[in-house]
């Protein structure tokens, strides 16, 4: 009997989404950085194997929206709650406290009368008699809110601690079916919009704290084509957008050296994840407050 289904995983920013499909997946299909609210749509990694296909769907991290852009990942989040056949909630384990977005992704969960499992990642960082703790108060909460998880399943994704656990528990949750994608499919997003999200993490990587979440990336040129020597070339030419004249000098660096020093790291992955050599030319360029701009954030809002 094969079994086929849609698994969405939520939780706060930092909980371990993004990493957690990625390992899942075996392939890099989410970014991850230390920094909050790095995802900022929902991306599908598949998984396929002799028993099932699951299509694990990685979300923002739950918070409060103060623009507009925040607002449609949180809608990004509500959808990927309804109609899917399993919920994986996302608890840090270093971060238990249960504040006003926990409670209310826990009441999004309860009336979605799914399947849900609370999964406790990062347990290789806090003592183990902790975990049990972590355990009765959010199985308390959610208990008196009118939800029962299905599952409680402690993990650590960066040890590989209780995946194989999590995985035997979502193929027993999932309905018979058929595949949903082909079985050589490991994500829903295109190349392009990799190249956009690998950019993205090195800018969030190399910049300091306020200035990332102002920047949007966009591929302009995207054109494959033989060199004189009859080899392989991508030609990609990006725009980072940001919203301020001073953040546009911090992201050029002086004498440029912090746009080249993002322009490198990412050229070395989209080489490695288009599996050519690539022409990368990056340009920064300010559109003032266009988180609030319905046109510049057409991409999040195609994807809810």
Not at 20 to 45: D, E, H, M, S
Not at 227 to 243: A, H, L, P, T, W
């Amino acid at each position: 009997m094969f079994k086929s289904g849609y698994i969405t995983i939520v939780g706060k920013p930092n909980a371990g989404k993004s990493s957690l499909v990625n390992k899942l997946v075996g392939f890099k299909v989410a970014i991850t950085t230390p920094k909050p609210q790095t995802t900022r749509f929902n991306i599908k990694g598949i998984i396929t194997n002799e028993k099932s296909q699951m299509v694990l769907i990685d979300t923002p991290g739950v918070h409060i929206p103060k623009d507009k852009m925040g607002e449609y990942m949180m809608k990004n989040v509500t959808s990927a709650i309804s109609s899917v056949d399993v919920i994986i909630y996302m608890v840090d384990a270093t971060k238990p406290t249960i504040d006003r977005a926990n409670e209310t992704i826990m009441e999004n969960i309860a009336d979605s009368k799914t399947k849900a499992f609370l999964c406790i990642n990062k347990i290789d960082k806090i003592e183990k008699e902790k975990i049990l703790k972590i355990i009765s108060v959010y199985n308390e909460y959610f208990k008196a809110i009118g939800g029962e998880f299905s599952e409680i399943i402690p993990i650590s994704v960066y040890k590989d601690d209780g995946l194989d656990i999590l995985i035997e528990n979502i193929e027993k949750y999932l309905p018979e079916g058929k595949m949903i994608y082909y079985e050589d499919e490991i994500t829903d997003i295109t190349e392009r919009e990799l190249v956009e999200e690998i950019i993205r993490e090195k800018a969030l990587n190399n910049l300091d704290e306020e200035i990332p979440h102002g920047i949007k990336v966009e591929v302009e040129k995207f054109k494959k084509r033989k060199n004189r020597e009859k080899v392989s070339i991508y030609d990609i030419d990006v725009n980072i957008i940001c919203e301020k004249m001073s953040h546009k000098g911090i992201i050029i660096g002086k004498d440029g050296v912090m746009l080249k020093k993002i322009g490198i790291e990412a050229r070395k992955d989209i080489e490695n994840l288009l599996g050519d050599k690539v022409n990368l030319k990056l340009w920064v360029k300010v559109r003032e407050h266009w988180q609030q701009d319905e046109n510049y954030l057409k991409n999040i809002k195609a994807k809810i």
